[in-house]
């Protein structure tokens, strides 16, 4: 007797045979004369099926296992199939063929938690294991995993896409990047491993792979839905040493390659999906010592080369975490933006795509675009894939700039034309050009193609363009470009704010979120306007803080009112709601506080300030240092720092707010990174109650640092300097 895992909600079912027999494809099969699904008569078939009987639960009673047995390994002993043979049919006279089809509803059915999938995935999978050591080579007739008809199997990895189902009804961080600062000082930290990457998408990945590779093991062939899936999952983990095995899987098998298989393979291998890089703009940002490195026209002066390398190792000798590097390099320092800089993997798959996919597909040219871009191959974009494919030709000269100019005659596509430009294409130009610094030309393009072809300029396109200018003016990527004396690539001033004023007039009238004002306002910041910051902070930043602190009331009381009334609530949507609204919440704090520590350290008043020139304003005036910030200190007590420190007219200014209650202390561990100097790495552990009295009554200057995020903490960094050994300050060239 084979033992059938199945989930806690599928095990109990009443069988509902239909009365007159008939044979059809040598199978024995039964009639049923009442029509039920339709009035064709090729659909008057009925077949047995298992429905739930909530009036009779219990344990599969012996037959009723026998012929479940029967269903699963029926579709191995269909005539169709050559390969496997199937013994110790039931000879009852109960004993009917039931459809495959309809057992992968039922199941996705009783699994509506997408935790409750992954656990029966894993449970699939350890039983298969358990039966490997135990029976040896005879493992596939006695595993549930090996047994599952290929459409259960199927419909089991599609519950599990990353992509479309898990980012939605998973996954609390969707659309929020999380970076190193924000994962050290906010509970979000705990979802994210040491790369940066969400865990729960590691862990999908690989046990999705521990699936797929006990199906083959089994004698079974994996569909090309399942590698899409696969492809899918590597992409989501930031993992693109799985996605080229995953493609050479396909390969072996000889899958027909089709448009969606070639689409989901280039998003996966160059990372051009926002999930893939986790939400990030910054990790696959366009080096200029990458195209030092890789382009052998470009040759600047090899001493600028050599002070930014210097630059580049001293950053990063420096840098604790390992947040946008390949985790499939865990002995050196291997940026992810370091594989994706070479252009000929982009052109050989290019040249590939074109020649064997027909009819060439939208998704697939798109992936290739971004992909251009993170090479910095401009050209082979402007000159060859945009006049070619959607009659777009992009010009650049030194003397007038970038000039876009769309083909005449128009180039029409009918409706159903997969080459039909959507916003896709606007996205992947903005990512082609804003990866490399030229917001300009991203603009351009972007709005010669929305007017061209009719397409509206979303709140998202406009989002991705205000985040690549936001990029583009950071202080690192501006002094990157200028010691490389490449002054083109740098964005003009003011360019953020036309952005903004464009974006937000008529005819788009996109509403900014909060995180789009605090880019703005850390702009402002950062061009030594003070006073516009603060007054956007009170204005706009403080009243959408306030509502982000109700809403996770709102979340936090049906949750706990669910909890209570013991309400069934299989998909956990209320648990759902409340996990997004405090992930919102911790991040609208840290990028709260974050700005006001900015707004502190660069506030310099004029006679104190002597790096800041004549020709821009050096500081604030006497109101401000006097006046407006110790207001806004007051006013914001609740995200500021223990220690308040900035620039007034006499001096420094220090105010310690001490907090009454200390819930958790910061210890240090040790740990050796490699590729990595080491360094001091924080965790908390809760407080005894001598602890909490002694920190009570500490003084102020004995604190180095606070983090009040609802739980008062102290923490003592001490990071010491180490050199880096000699053969890893290669992999930085």
Known sequence: MVRLLLPAAFRTFHLNFPRQPCLEHGHLLTRNHRHVYGPSPEQQHRYATLQPDPLQPGPLSTSELELLQYILTTEQASPDNDNSSYSGRPTDAESVLLRPESLAPKLMKSLTNPLDRLS??????????TSQKTKG?????????ALLPGTVFSELFRSLDPLNTLSRELDSTTGIHVGPGMATETPVGQEFDIWGVRKV?????????AAAQLRLEAGHRLTSSDYQVLLRAAGSASDYESVKVIWALIIQQRLPLHGGLYHD??????????LYTQYSLEWLRVRPLSIVTQKKGFKPDPRKVSKLSQAVRKRVRRQVERFGQNRSKTDTVNYLYRNMRKGMPPLRLYNHVTDSLYPL????ITALIVAFGRAGSMWFVEKMILPRYWSITVTKSRCAGFEVTPGEPPVHFAPDDPMRPTKRLIEAVIDCYGCNGEIAGAIKVAMTISHRYDIPMTHELWSKLFGWAYVAGCNVSREEWTTIGMADRLAEKGTLESIWDTMTAEPYNVKPDFMQHCLLVTNMIRQRQYILAVQAIEDKLEPMYRDIQAELEAAFYKQAMTRALGVLDPTQKAKKAWSDALVRKHAAWYWFQRMCRTLMMNTRHPDNDTSASSSEQAGPDYEFTTQIMPRFIDRF????????????ISGTVHLGNVQQVNRMWWTKVWREKPGIATVDLLRFKPLDEAQRIRLRNRPVNEVSETHPRGLDMDIFLKVPRFDRPRRLQREFL
């Open 120 to 129: 029966y995935l894993q449970e699939l999978i350890s039983e298969a294991l």
């Open 137 to 145: 080579s005879d493992w596939p007739s006695h595993s549930t995993i």
């Open 201 to 209: 998408y590691v862990t999908v990945l690989k046990r999705l792979m």
């Open 265 to 274: 393979f280039l998003r996966a291998r160059f990372l051009t999906e926002p």
């Open 361 to 364: 597909e939208e998704g697939v």
């Open 637 to 648: 007590r609740d995200v500021m720092p223990r220690l308040v420190k900035y620039q007034g």
